[in-house]
Every structure is written in C-alpha cells, then in structure tokens.
C-alpha cells in the first residue's frame, strides 16, 4: 500500500509581496486501498481526522509564529522622546 499525505502550508507575505512565514503541517491519510479493505466510513473518518488535524496545527503555528515577530518588531521600535519625536 502506498503511504499518501496531506500537505497544508500558510504563508504570510509582506507589502512587497515576500514571504515572511511558511509554515507547514503534514500527516498521513489512507489510500484509496483502505477504503475497500477497511471500509468508506472508517478510511474516510481517518481522512477526515488527517486534514482536521494538519489545519489546525498550521493555524495554531502561524498565528504563534506571527505573534512572536510582531512582538520582537515591536520592541525594536524606536521609542517616543520628551518633545513627541521619534528618536533615531
């Protein structure tokens, strides 16, 4: 039996069309051997529970991900001086 996957990735680009985070999830679904041998409802159970699973733990990641870099972008940012001017 062939080992098939299922493959989710979320980029999130830039202004300027870069990419800026890629992540991805993959996991195991069953081929279309196991759905004669095992059954339509069980394979497609595990087909199901698979994309379920690889979704979301792409989304959990990039959000994670996302977050992180915003937060250290933040803290790199120049702070406002006494008259209200960014300093440089």
């Known amino acids: 039996m ?12 830039n202004e300027d069309g870069e990419d800026e985070i890629i992540v991805t999830s993959s996991r195991a679904i069953p081929g279309f051997a196991e759905f004669e041998e095992s059954g339509f409802a069980a394979a497609f159970h595990k087909l199901e529970g698979a994309i379920l699973e690889a979704s979301k733990d792409v989304n ?27 300093l440089r």
């Not at 062939?2 to 999130?12: D, F, R």
């Not at 959990?60 to 972008?73: E, H, M, T, W």
């Open 2 to 13: 062939t080992e098939k996957t299922i493959e989710y990735t979320v980029k999130i680009k």
């Open 60 to 86: 959990v990641k990039v959000a994670g991900q996302y977050l992180s870099d915003g937060s250290k972008k933040k803290s790199r940012e120049p702070s406002a001086g006494k008259t209200g001017q960014i």
